[in-house]
């Protein structure tokens, strides 16, 4: 079982930056592809970031890529998301997830088994 908590959300203003973290409860952590989805009201949930197991391979949405970094300390089993030049549009619920053993890129949402609970953040303009 892999718990997942997340953490780092907020109220900012239009152009400001926000770090979201996401600790994993699992021995299983330096092997699992780890990702970030939101939500926004009323919309589906929706592809954010990725990154490999030893962090060396990211891969991004087109509308966050040069404002967002992700990152991961596997010694900390913990996955961040730097979120620069933030807009309004990106106000949603943050979610992490992971997989286990997936070697593979992929931006579904089916393809990640274990979820946290999500964490907010709103952009003001």
């Known amino acids: 079982q892999v718990q997942l908590v997340e953490s780092g959300g907020g109220l900012v203003q239009a152009g400001g930056s926000l770090r979201l973290s996401c600790a994993a409860s699992?021995?299983?952590?330096?092997?699992?592809?780890m990702a970030w989805f939101r939500q926004a009201p009323g919309k589906e949930r929706e592809f954010v970031s990725t990154i490999g197991w030893a962090g060396g391979r990211t891969y991004y949405a087109d509308s966050v890529k040069d404002r967002f970094t992700i990152s991961r300390d596997n010694a900390k089993n913990t996955v961040y998301l730097q979120m620069n030049s933030l807009k309004p549009e990106d106000t949603a619920v943050y979610y992490c997830?992971?997989?286990?053993?997936?070697?593979?890129?992929?931006?579904?949402?089916?393809?990640?088994?274990?979820w946290g609970q999500g964490t907010q953040v709103t952009v003001s303009s």
């Open positions: 997830a992971a997989a286990p053993g997936l070697v593979r890129f992929t931006t579904s949402a089916t393809d990640f088994g274990f």
């Open positions: 699992t021995r299983t952590f330096s092997h699992s592809t």
